[in-house]
């Protein structure tokens, strides 16, 4: 999506013609594309509860997989597609391993010792850390 604006606007995404501008539309393309979710999430958030009745038909093993395994679908898609079409994919993969490596910590650590506050918080720790491995692996 912000490719899309950045071009849209005349330049490349973070390259030298990205100024404040292209960096403004691409803010409010990403923030009004985010609407239609937000809009989703806030007029069925209180009709989940039957959908998950369908779905898991009552087993509740049943729903964990579910649901584990379409978030592992729906950011592995986003990761892997990130990470080859990255014009510098080692940092790509540098970040994907790196923040794989701290939410697999944050949520085995946070189970064993009983802290919830790491298994929520751990997706935004990973999402940091691969960030920080990758600005280190491309600046070092």
Known sequence: TAQLA???????LGAEGMNMNVFCTCVWVMSLACLGWILFTALFTDKMDKVEKMVGKGNPARMVVFTTAACMG???????NQCLSSASVPAGFVALIV?????AFMTLYGRKK???WMSVWGFTFSMF???IAAALYLFL
């Open 6 to 12: 950045a071009t849209s606007a005349g330049a490349t």
């Open 74 to 80: 729906a950011y592995g898609y986003l990761a892997t």
């Open 129 to 131: 850390g691969g960030l």
């Open 114 to 116: 009983q802290k919830k």
């Open 99 to 103: 923040a794989g490596v701290i939410q």
